[in-house]
């Protein structure tokens, strides 16, 4: 029972993705900052104030309604989703891109070496 048990956790996806949660955690903490210390102020330095939740805002029969927040939210997800497209999606990019470039090359020096086998094993069979 016990070996199961720990074949189960030695598995490549589960220490994986125990990875991916730490990394993850760690990810959402640094985007969660440079929101807070550079988007959020730029707002509040343009607007006002550091987000929309007031604005629009009316009361019928006592009830507060704050169509603002909904902005507040979507301002949010754009500046979140700017942050990770531009630190780790366009530098993850052209990454894949250097190496895409190293490996087509390493790729055409393998084929050439084995159409050189394969050209001599046909000349000497």
């Known amino acids: ?22 990394i993850g955690a760690a990810f959402g903490a640094v985007i969660t900052s440079i929101v807070n210390g550079l988007i959020t102020p730029l707002i509040a330095a343009v607007f006002g104030k550091p987000n929309f939740d007031s604005v629009l805002a ?12 909904a902005l507040t939210a979507i301002v949010n997800f754009i500046a979140i989703a700017a942050a990770i497209y531009f630190i780790v999606v366009v530098p993850m990019n052209k990454i894949a891109e250097r190496r895409g470039a190293v490996e087509d090359v390493a790729e055409t020096e393998d084929v050439t070496l084995l159409r050189e086998i394969r050209d001599a094993l046909r000349t000497r069979g």
């Open 58 to 69: 009316f009361d019928i029969n006592g009830a507060r309604f704050l169509p603002g927040t």
């Open 1 to 22: 029972m016990l070996k199961g048990f720990r074949d189960f956790i030695m598995r490549g996806n589960v220490v994986d993705f125990a990875v991916a949660l730490v």
